[in-house]
C-alpha cells in the first residue's frame, strides 16, 4: 500500500481538495474554500496545512468574527443550491463557542458548512490548558460539545487514523440533501500536528452524487387523485423548491394547472412575482390574497417547506373543515407534517411527476378570477406602500424597498435576515429572478446580513448584492465590512436607522409590553429609555470600517444614494434614516396572526387588553390530524 507521511491537518486539507458533488451531470467542489481566525488551538495544525497547500488546493477567506464566518459560508452554500460549501476553522475555547450561533443557523435552514474547531490536548501534557473548561464530573468534556446539538454530524478527532472514517461520514452528511446542515470535526491541538502514514486511495477524488429520488408510485396515484377532486387547491412553495432548482418544474405544473402558488420566505421567488399564478408570501408576513386563498383551501401542497409558525399563522390559518394536506419534500419528517399525504422525493422529480398526472387538469375558472382579482388589489397596496406623496419627506421602511426595488436590476440578491424588514419584504418585494431572495428566516439571526452578503457575491460575482439591515441588526455584526473592504467583495449595504428595535417595540406594543426596552434613548427621570435618542453615528462608523459611505435624507436622495452605490465599484454603503421606531413600516398590516403568548395576569390596561385578544386568536388554533 502506497503511504504519503501528512500531519493530521495536512492531510485534512488534501482530503478536502479532493471532494465533489455530482448533480445533473454537473460537478463542483464539495469544500470549496475557508474560512478562518487562527489562535493557539489552530495556527500551527490547520494554519500551517492550509499555508503549505495553497490557494489553489484550498482557498482561504480571513475573518473578523467566528460566528460572521459560519453566516459567510451559509450565504454562500444556499446561494450554491447547497452543491458547494465552506469550512470555517477556529482556535479552542471563546473562537470555539462563536461557532455555536452561526451552526444553528445553518442546521436548521438546512445548508451544509464544515466547522473545523480546535480543541484541547488529547494527550493532556498539561490539564488544564489555556481556554479549557474543566468538568469536575467528565474529563473527555470541551466547550465544543456546545456544538453537537446543532450540528447534524460531531465528532472529536482524537487520534491521526480516527480522522479517515470521520472526514468521510462528514462529507457524506453534507453532500446529502436531506441530513446536510453543519458537519462538526473537533480538532486536539495537539492531533492537528501529529504526522502519520496515510493511504494515497484516501487523497483520491472522490464524487458525491446528488440524488434526486422520485416519488412512490402508490402515493404519487393518491396525490394526483385528491388534487384532481380539489375545488381550492393551494400550492406552497418553500425553500426545497430552490435547492433542487425545481422552479421551471414549477412553473410549467401553474401554468398547466392554474393551480396559485404563494411562498414562505425560503420559498418567495420560486415564481417571477409577475407570474399569474404568484400570489405572494404566506403566513403572518404573508399578503392578503395568499392568506385567503389558505383559510378556504380544500387542498394544500407543500412543496419543500417545513411548515413553520410564521407560515401556518400559528396553527390558525388553514381553516377549511376538510382541508387536506399532499407535501412533496425531500426529507421524510418534514413531508409527513400536517398530518400530510407524504411524497417523499426530490422537488423537481416531484413536479414533474404531479404535472404529468394532472395533465389536462385545471382549477375552476371562477377560482382562477377570484385569486387574480386579489393579486391585483394587493398589487395596488404595493403600489400605494411604495410611493411617496413627498420626495423631499424621510422614507418610510416600506419606501426604502421600493425605491430599491426600482433600482436593483433583474438579477440583484438581497440578503436580510432580522427586525422589521423579513416582515415589510415578504409582503412586498417583486422578485424577478431565481435565488433574488434571500432571507434568513429559519433562525431570523440578527448579524446574520452583512456576513452572509459577502458569501453570496462569493458564489455568484456575477450578480450585483445588497445586504439590508437595521441599525440593531448592524450593531450586532458590522465586523465584516472589514472583510468586504480587505478582499474587494463589491457588496451594497442598505443601513436603515430607526433608533431603536423596531421589530420588537411593534410587537412589544402589541402584547401589552407598551415598548418597553426597545428603544435606543436615554434613560429619562423614571428610568425607563425614554430620553433623547442616542448620537450615535452608523454612517462614521462604516465609513471608518473602510466603506464608501453615501448619506440620503430624504425618498429623493435615497433613489440617487442606491443608483450611485449600484454603480459603484467597491462596497458602498447607503444610509438612510427613517424616523421614530413607530413609524418605520408603512406596509400593509399583518394579515395572519403568531403566537406570542401574552401575560395571564397584569395589572397594566394595555396588557390586560392584549390578553383578551390573545384568547380571542388562540381560540382558532387548529392540529391538523
Known amino acids: 500500500m502506497t503511504t504519503r507521511r501528512l500531519t493530521v491537518a495536512q492531510a485534512l486539507v488534501e482530503f478536502l481538495a479532493r471532494q465533489y458533488t455530482e448533480r445533473d451531470g454537473r460537478r463542483a467542489r464539495l469544500v470549496a474554500a475557508c474560512w478562518g481566525i487562527f489562535g493557539h488551538g489552530n495556527v500551527a495544525g490547520v494554519g500551517q496545512a492550509l499555508l503549505e497547500s495553497g ?79 474543566e468538568h469536575p464530573g467528565a474529563g473527555d468534556v470541551s466547550v465544543n460539545d456546545c456544538l453537537r446539538p446543532v450540528s447534524r454530524y460531531f465528532d472529536r478527532v482524537v487520534r491521526p487514523e480516527a480522522l479517515i472514517p470521520a472526514a468521510l461520514q462528514a462529507m457524506r452528511v453534507l453532500a446529502d440533501p436531506v441530513e446536510t446542515g453543519a458537519v462538526t470535526l473537533a480538532l486536539p491541538q495537539d492531533v492537528q500536528t501529529e504526522a502519520f502514514d496515510w493511504p494515497e486511495e484516501f487523497f483520491a477524488d472522490r464524487v458525491w452524487h446528488v440524488r434526486r429520488p422520485a416519488p412512490d408510485p402508490a402515493e404519487l396515484a393518491e396525490a394526483v387523485r385528491i388534487v384532481r377532486a380539489a375545488r381550492r387547491p393551494l400550492l406552497i412553495a418553500g425553500g426545497g423548491v ?246 474587494g467583495i463589491n457588496i451594497k449595504v442598505v443601513l436603515v436607522q430607526n433608533h431603536g428595535y423596531a421589530s420588537i417595540g411593534g410587537l412589544s406594543e402589541a402584547v401589552g409590553a407598551e415598548r418597553f426596552g426597545t428603544d435606543y434613548r436615554f434613560r429619562a427621570p423614571d428610568g425607563t429609555y425614554t430620553g433623547d435618542p442616542l448620537p450615535v453615528d452608523l454612517a462614521a462608523n462604516a465609513a471608518s470600517l473602510g466603506m464608501s459611505v453615501l448619506r440620503a435624507g430624504n425618498i429623493g436622495e435615497l433613489h440617487d444614494a442606491l443608483a450611485e452605490a449600484r454603480a459603484a465599484e467597491r462596497p458602498t454603503c447607503v444610509y438612510v434614516e427613517t424616523g421614530t421606531a413607530d413609524t418605520v413600516s408603512g406596509a400593509p398590516p399583518a394579515q395572519a396572526w403568531w403566537d406570542v403568548p401574552v401575560a395571564e395576569t397584569a395589572t397594566r390596561p394595555a396588557a390586560v387588553k392584549a390578553r383578551a385578544e390573545y384568547a380571542r386568536q388562540a381560540g382558532d388554533r387548529r392540529r391538523h390530524l
Not at 58 to 87: C, I, T, W
Not at 305 to 312: I, K, L, M, W
Request: glycine content about 10%; aromatic content about 6%; overall charge negative.
Open 55 to 133: 490557494p489553489e488546493a484550498m482557498p482561504f477567506h480571513q475573518g473578523r468574527n467566528e460566528q460572521a464566518m459560519v453566516h459567510a459560508a451559509v450565504g454562500y452554500a444556499r446561494q450554491k443550491d447547497r452543491l458547494s460549501a465552506h469550512a470555517v476553522t477556529t482556535s479552542i475555547g471563546p473562537g470555539a463557542t462563536n461557532l455555536v450561533t452561526g451552526a444553528a443557523l445553518a442546521t436548521i435552514n438546512r445548508l451544509p458548512v464544515l466547522l473545523l474547531p480546535g480543541d484541547t490536548f488529547a494527550t493532556r501534557p498539561a490539564d488544564p490548558v489555556l481556554q479549557q473548561l
Open 242 to 487: 430552490a435547492h433542487s432548482g425545481a422552479e421551471d418544474a414549477l412553473r410549467a405544473l401553474a401554468d398547466a394547472t392554474g393551480i396559485p402558488v404563494a411562498s414562505t420566505q425560503a420559498g418567495k421567488g420560486s415564481l417571477h412575482h409577475a407570474h399569474p399564478a404568484d400570489v405572494g408570501g404566506i403566513g403572518h408576513t404573508g399578503t392578503a390574497v395568499a392568506n385567503a386563498l389558505a383559510r378556504t383551501a380544500d387542498v394544500v401542497i407543500g412543496v419543500g417547506t417545513r411548515y413553520s409558525d410564521f407560515t401556518t399563522a400559528s396553527a390558525t390559518l388553514f381553516a377549511d373543515p376538510g382541508v387536506r394536506f399532499v407535501n412533496l419534500n425531500i426529507a421524510a419528517f418534514d413531508a409527513h407534517k400536517q398530518a400530510a399525504l407524504p411524497l417523499v422525493a426530490d422537488a423537481r422529480a416531484g413536479l414533474e411527476a404531479l404535472a404529468e398526472g394532472l395533465a389536462g387538469h385545471r382549477v375552476p375558472a371562477a377560482y382562477a378570477d377570484a385569486y387574480t382579482a386579489g393579486k391585483a388589489e394587493w398589487e395596488t397596496q404595493v403600489q400605494r406602500a411604495y410611493d411617496g406623496a413627498d420626495a423631499s419627506l424621510r422614507p418610510t421602511q416600506a419606501q426604502v424597498i421600493g425605491a430599491l426595488d426600482s433600482v436593483a436590476g433583474d438579477t440583484d440578491v438581497i440578503v436580510n435576515a432580522a427586525g422589521s424588514l423579513p416582515g415589510d419584504l415578504h409582503k412586498l418585494w417583486r422578485a424577478r429572478s431565481r435565488r433574488q431572495y434571500h432571507l434568513e428566516y429559519g433562525y431570523s439571526c440578527m448579524g446574520y446580513e452583512i456576513p452572509a452578503a459577502i458569501g453570496v457575491a462569493l458564489a455568484a460575482p456575477e450578480r450585483q448584492v445588497w445586504a439590508l439591515v437595521g441599525d440593531g441588526t448592524y450593531l450586532m455584526m458590522p465586523t465584516e465590512l472589514v472583510t468586504a473592504v480587505q478582499e
